[in-house]
């Protein structure tokens, strides 16, 4: 009987080994999981080689990812004809909620506010309005698996977006980064939370830029971007510092437009990265006046749209241009700038 037994067992596992070659998919198809996707089994490979991490613990964790929908589908583009509208934008922002959360922050925070701004100039009103944009002041960091939300857009990127490559090759970047953070610094990935798009704690940094900007700003030797506001509060700072904040600049100016020399093809050109000298700004119609006309550097024409009404332009600084470093987006700094003043204006007596 045991001589006949292995035989048969051998077949057994020979069988089972072959149900386990044709059970993977060679095909980048969403499904439930990625421990079946070769694509996604030769990504840990690679990411252990280029980390220095062990490929066996990079597949079982990988493989614990699970693609969402939701996640592929909230950052899906809109449909073709649907205007922006910057009012609309920024009611969901400067309204009544994150201007009281944002005053009680203020005041629980007054100090730690104020040394980051005295040791990075980046004013605590800017600070203050990205972490009540990113997450109403560390409330609502996000429900999704960080792990879920970086695979499904690394692995499964829409393909309907007009650059869903680069996005795909973006996150898989950060789901790299990701890794290999949660191996070297003991956190489980498989427990944090954060956005549709991965980014994490109370001033949403991605895995990348948590590596590069955050930084221990309540002095325990620990970097804790979901449970210490003073981290929170220093690394958005350094963030900004990183990206060269210039103290004492303001955001943006007023401007008007002159029908008569507006050239307003050149002046959108480069799209929200300052280029144009006061001179050269005003010569193609855009005018200026006040402190504005005394302005040393670089200006852009940013536009912001108003739905079926008229857009309106401001003056984009390089301080504004800072700012869509954290979000590329002339509407997302707009909304920061803007509930960091309300919620200045609600402090004053």
């Not at 400067?94 to 925070?109: K, M, S, T």
């Not at 609502?140 to 698996?145: A, E, K, Q």
């Not at 948590?210 to 930084?215: D, F, G, L, P």
Request: glycine share 6%; proline share 6%.
């Amino acid at each position: 009987m045991l001589a006949c037994a292995l035989p048969m067992a051998a077949m057994a596992a020979k069988h089972v080994k072959k149900q386990a070659k044709t059970s993977i998919s060679p095909a980048a198809v969403p499904g439930p999981s990625y421990a079946l996707r070769l694509d996604a089994l030769q990504a840990a490979d690679d990411m252990a080689l280029r980390r220095d991490l062990d490929p066996v613990w990079v597949r079982q964790t990988l493989g614990q990812a699970r693609y969402v929908a939701a996640i592929a589908k909230a950052v899906t583009p809109p449909a073709v004809g649907v205007a922006k509208n910057w009012q609309l934008y920024r009611s969901r922002f400067v309204e009544p909620l994150r201007i009281r959360a944002g005053v009680a922050f203020w005041q629980n925070h007054r100090d730690t506010l104020r040394r980051a701004e005295l040791e990075t100039g980046v004013p605590a009103a800017i600070i203050v309005g990205v972490l009540g944009v990113e997450t109403i002041y560390g409330q609502h960091m996000g429900n999704f698996r960080v792990l879920d939300a970086l695979a499904t857009l690394a692995f499964d990127f829409p393909a309907s977006h007009p650059r869903a490559a680069q996005r795909s090759a973006y996150f898989m970047t950060e789901l790299e980064q990701f890794l290999s953070w949660t191996k070297r610094s003991g956190h489980d990935p498989q427990v944090l939370k954060g956005s549709y798009a991965g980014a994490m704690g109370w001033p949403q940094f991605m895995p990348s830029s948590w590596h590069k900007y955050a930084i221990d700003f309540d002095g325990d030797s620990v970097v804790d971007l979901y449970g210490s506001p003073a981290d929170a509060i220093g690394s958005v700072a350094n963030y900004f510092k990183s990206f060269r904040w210039q103290t004492g600049l303001p955001t943006h100016f007023p401007v008007t437009l002159e029908a008569q020399k507006l050239d307003m093809t050149a002046l959108m050109a480069p799209d929200i990265l300052p280029t144009f000298s006061v001179d050269s700004f005003q010569a193609k119609g855009a005018l200026l006046s006040g402190e504005a006309l005394q302005h040393s550097g670089k200006l852009a024409l940013i536009e912001l749209q108003m739905g079926d009404a008229p857009p309106v332009y401001v003056a984009g600084t390089d301080n504004f241009y800072a700012i869509t470093r954290y979000n590329w987006s002339s509407y997302y700094a707009m909304a920061v700038i803007e509930l960091g003043q309300a919620v200045a204006q609600a402090m004053a007596p």
